[in-house]
């Protein structure tokens, strides 16, 4: 008869989602898909099920490895769709959690996601918006922790100058903002004080999400 169970139908339905098929699937509709909303979908999935340090997680990081996606994913760094780029950076900050997928990421994706960052003295190629270039910085930020050889090759890709623009310009952007007096007390209603604006503290975490509400304290949601 047919389990009628309603606090456990499947049992280990959970389990199917951590599969090396479903990994293959995601990885063909990154493959042959044109449509960008089903790209972001795609990564976004990958990017949900390599998050964080579980083991279910660090089985899907290696199986996207040893099914060669990596490549796949940093091609689409190439995307002209600013959410595909976004969710697929993060994504690859999930999978470099794993350490042979730093090392490969590092080697061959690190002048893809350095070409996407603005730069002060040329306008850039694609106009990214501000999620996507701090999902960017986020997970070139996971593939030089503890790696002094991605760090190297992250010099190499003429990165310093751009970082450098980056954070010259925020500060001062930040500075000026707090510089009027009259603006202070809405800014400290949502949450902000000196301290964000003389130091430039970084903004929300975005491992699994592809683009998060801000002031939602410990929770953040998909903006649809």
Known sequence: SRHT??????????????QPEVVRLYLSLLTESQNYNTL????????NLSAGQWTWSSYIRATVRKEKGLPILVELLRSDSDKVVRAVAIALRNLSIDRRNKDLIGSYAMRDLVSNLPSGQQRPAKNLEEDTVVAILNTIHEIVTDSSENARSLIQAQAIEKLVAINRTSVHVLQTVWSYKELRNALAKDGWN????????????????????KNQGQSARVVE
């Open 5 to 18: 169970d309603s606090s456990s139908p499947c049992p280990n339905c959970f389990e199917l989602l951590y």
């Open 194 to 213: 000196k301290s964000h604006f003389q130091n430039g503290k970084p903004g929300y975490d975005d491992t699994t999400l592809p683009l998060m509400e």
């Open 40 to 47: 972001e979908a795609a990564a976004g999935a990958l990017q």
